[in-house]
């Protein structure tokens, strides 16, 4: 089956613009979250989504949010862009909770020059 | 809040020693444990998991257990191969505190093996 996509794979913006990153979940995954992965701060959640509504929400500031659609698919957008927002953005989905596990993307590479 | 802390790397091995990356754990209640491994250029591949004391999660060789008593989930391999290098993070996941519904990731180590 397939697996969790991302889009696009490579992205650079210029400092002040925003940007839109795509994200289809396993199918009959409804829980999608997104994390930031940086080399000084490592992985960091950003939020996640179940059924359309934003379930939890890490610790980012509000330039960084995101959405889900009626099809499990999601988006996050972050605004503004900063230099420090460089970094790889990665989807998981799980079926529920995430109890059992994510299934990560593969990930897009955002730089922001 | 919960926490992971994983052994420092990199950790450089030659073609089939013997692995052990270690990961202690801080958080209320019972977590869920997770390996991960990203390969380069990649996302996380889920490894193995865990979600009650005791249970033993394995996958490709790679074995962990979860230690209550002492907050650990180390990983293990008896025989690395080149193929497996990669970095390992080790995370959890917590439906008794704020951190329910993500994972929390320790920093990583990166295992090079070397033929």
């Known amino acids: 089956k397939a697996g969790v996509t991302q889009t696009p794979r490579y992205l650079i913006k210029t400092r002040g613009q925003q940007v839109t990153l795509s994200c289809s979940p396993i199918?009959?995954?409804?829980?999608v979250s997104w994390y930031q992965q940086t080399p000084g701060q490592g992985l960091q959640f950003l939020f996640e989504?179940?059924?359309?509504?934003?379930?939890n929400k890490g610790n980012f500031p509000g330039r960084f949010s995101g959405r889900q659609f009626s099809n499990s698919r999601s988006e996050m957008n972050v605004s503004t862009l900063e230099l420090g927002d460089s970094a790889l953005y990665l989807c998981?989905?799980?079926?529920?909770?995430?109890?059992?596990?994510?299934?990560f993307g593969s990930g897009t590479r955002l730089t922001v020059v | 809040g919960d926490s992971v802390t994983q052994m420092e790397g990199p950790v450089t091995l030659s073609e089939e020693a013997f692995l052990t990356i270690n990961c202690t754990y801080t958080?209320?209640?019972?977590?869920?444990l997770f390996w991960y491994v990203q390969y380069p250029g990649e996302g996380l591949q889920l490894l193995l998991k865990?979600?009650?004391?005791?249970d033993k999660g394995s996958n490709k060789g790679f074995e962990a257990t979860y230690r209550k008593e002492t907050t650990s989930f180390h990983l293990e391999k008896g025989s690395v191969q080149v193929s497996d290098s990669a970095v390992y993070f080790c995370?959890?996941?917590?439906?008794?505190?704020?951190?329910?519904?993500?994972?929390?990731f320790g920093s990583g180590t990166q295992l090079t093996v070397l033929p």
């Open positions: 998981a989905s799980s079926r529920t909770d995430g109890g059992d596990g994510y299934t």
């Open positions: 199918s009959g995954h409804r829980s």
């Open positions: 989504y179940f059924s359309e509504t934003q379930r």
């Open positions: 958080a209320t209640g019972y977590p869920s």
């Open positions: 865990a979600t009650k004391a005791d």
């Open positions: 995370a959890l996941s917590n439906p008794h505190s704020g951190s329910a519904r993500q994972l929390t």
